[in-house]
């Protein structure tokens, strides 16, 4: 199957600075997903990013499909962004495509 | 709020019992994945159903089982529960199941065998 490749696995900053997350993946994807998991376990949709840029407020994300990597930019970082961060990339199999997970970035941001 | 309904949120059971998990999709979403998410292992893969038929298994063990119903929702049962099945079990939901969808997670369900 394919695999996801996310670094780097923690990072730590003081409130207000800004990072970079990367996940690589093995094989040519259509479809390639940002999550967030906060502190309580939820895992939220941030953004859904098979090529190209896009950017909602302090967040934005970057996909080179062609280079099989894609990137996530947190800028002006909050405690609330604290958490570990998850890409997904499809798995073909049995006729469906499967979301598979690379192991996170764990993010903790200082107040 | 995804729209993913998980219950229950909490649950702690002794091991060797039988357990069942409950998910209602997003509305309209034909499509449900179960994952399984512990300290060590991240999240993994179990079983995907679409519009009520298996579609996928991952690394599901033999005493796990899973089912969508008519109405779309579905249930995962455990059953002859170990302590290292402890973990938060998620459900997720998309439209279809082609590789462009959009998949969204309910909030899990935390299982403790003790």
């Known amino acids: 199957g394919i695999q996801v490749e996310q670094s780097p696995p923690d990072l730590i900053l003081q409130e207000g600075a800004n990072s970079t997350l990367r996940c690589n993946f093995s094989d040519s994807v259509n479809n390639l997903q940002w999550f967030h998991q906060n502190p309580w376990g939820q895992l939220i949709n941030l953004f859904y990013?098979?090529?190209g840029t896009k950017q909602n407020g302090r967040l934005s994300a970057t996909t080179v499909a062609t280079e099989r990597y894609s990137l996530l930019y947190i800028s002006s970082s909050q405690t609330t962004d604290s958490g570990v961060y998850f890409c997904?990339?499809?798995?073909?199999?049995?006729?469906?495509?499967?979301?598979?997970f690379g192991r996170g970035t764990s993010l903790i941001v200082h107040p | 709020d995804s729209g993913v309904t998980q219950t229950p949120k909490h649950l702690i059971t002794a091991t060797g019992q039988r357990v069942t998990l409950r998910c209602s999709p997003r509305s309209g979403d034909l499509s449900v994945y179960w994952y399984q998410q512990s300290l060590d292992q991240g999240l993994q893969f179990l079983i995907q159903?679409?519009?009520?038929?298996?579609?996928a298994k991952g690394n599901i063990l033999e005493r796990f089982s899973a089912q969508q119903f008519p109405d779309l929702h579905s249930e995962l049962n455990l059953s002859s529960l170990e302590l290292g099945d402890s973990a938060l079990y998620f459900c997720?939901?998309?439209?279809?199941?082609?590789?462009?969808?959009?998949?969204?997670f309910g909030e899990g369900s935390w299982l403790t065998v003790v």
């Open positions: 997904a990339a499809p798995w073909p199999s049995g006729g469906s495509y499967i979301p598979t």
């Open positions: 990013i098979p090529s």
């Open positions: 159903y679409y519009n009520g038929e298996e579609r």
């Open positions: 997720a939901s998309s439209a279809l199941q082609g590789s462009g969808n959009t998949i969204y």
